[in-house]
C-alpha cells in the first residue's frame, strides 16, 4: 500500500466551527507533514512529525492544531478559521526526515470557510 | 525569500515537442533537488530526483540536467504528451531542514495534441 488517504475530501465551515482533517498512511513511514496550498502556488510547509514529535511548526497561527496520535494517522484540528485560510490542505508522509527520502502525498482536503 | 526561483510560469508545447523548465537557486547547502508533478485535484507527485555529484539524470523521457557551478537545474520532457499536462514544481532541500522542501512557484504545462 502507497498511498497516503485523507478525509474528507471536502469541507465547508463557518468561522466559528470546529472541524478535524485527518491523513493516514500504512507505509510504515515514520514522518508525516501537513502542507497549505493555494490556487496556483507551490505547497507550503506548516507542520512536520517525526516519530510521532512536532519536528517543525513553521509559525503556524494556533487557530490550527497538529495532532499524530500514532505512527499512522496524523491529524489536523481547526478551530475560528477565517476565510483567508480556504485553500487545499495536503497531508504527506516519508521514511524519514533526510532529503532523500521521497514525500508521497495525499490528495488533499478542499477547504473553504465562509 | 525565495530559495529557488523557477521559470517559465507557464508553458504550452506541441504534442511530440520538447518541454524545458529551469530553476536555480542560491543556497550551496541544498544536496537534493526533486521535481513534483501535480495533476489538477491530485496531491504532487515525485517525478524525478537529483544529487549534485551528478550532472545528468534521466528515467524514460524525463531527464535532469544539473549545472552545479551556476546553481542552475532544468527539467527536460522529450516527445511530450497531452498527458504530461500538468503543474511542475521543482524543489531543494538538504540534510540539516528536517525534511523541509523548497518549492519553486511551479510551471503550468499545457501539452496540445
Known amino acids: 500500500d502507497t498511498e497516503v488517504t485523507q478525509t474528507p475530501k471536502h469541507l465547508v465551515m463557518g468561522m466559528t466551527n470546529k472541524k478535524s482533517l485527518k491523513c493516514e498512511q500504512h507505509?510504515?513511514?515514520?514522518?508525516m507533514y501537513w502542507y497549505k496550498q493555494k490556487a496556483k502556488k507551490p505547497p507550503e510547509l506548516m507542520f512536520v512529525?517525526?516519530?510521532?514529535?512536532?519536528?517543525i511548526n513553521e509559525s503556524v497561527p494556533s487557530r490550527f492544531s497538529p495532532e499524530c496520535p500514532n505512527s499512522s494517522l496524523l491529524n489536523l484540528h481547526l478551530h475560528a478559521l477565517q476565510p483567508e485560510d480556504s485553500a487545499l490542505y495536503l497531508c504527506a508522509s516519508s521514511p524519514g526526515l533526510a532529503p532523500i527520502n521521497e514525500q508521497f502525498f495525499g490528495p488533499g482536503t478542499r477547504l473553504t470557510v465562509l | 525569500q525565495q530559495q529557488v526561483k523557477q521559470s517559465p510560469q507557464s508553458l504550452i508545447v506541441q504534442k511530440g515537442g520538447i518541454s524545458i523548465i529551469n530553476c536555480a537557486y542560491e543556497?550551496?547547502?541544498?544536496?537534493?533537488f526533486p521535481w513534483y508533478q501535480q495533476f489538477p485535484g491530485k496531491g504532487p507527485a515525485l517525478l524525478i530526483a537529483?544529487?549534485?555529484?551528478?550532472s545528468e539524470k534521466k528515467e524514460g523521457r524525463f531527464t535532469i540536467s544539473f549545472n552545479k557551478s551556476a546553481k542552475q537545474f532544468s527539467l527536460h520532457i522529450m516527445d511530450s504528451q497531452p498527458g504530461d499536462s500538468a503543474t511542475y514544481f521543482c524543489a531543494a532541500s538538504r540534510g540539516s531542514t528536517l525534511g523541509r522542501l523548497y518549492f519553486g512557484r511551479g510551471t503550468q504545462l499545457t501539452v496540445w495534441p
Open positions: 537529483i544529487r549534485p555529484d551528478v
Open positions: 512529525y517525526s516519530y510521532e514529535k512536532l519536528s
Open positions: 543556497n550551496t547547502a541544498f544536496d537534493y
Open positions: 507505509m510504515g513511514h515514520r514522518a
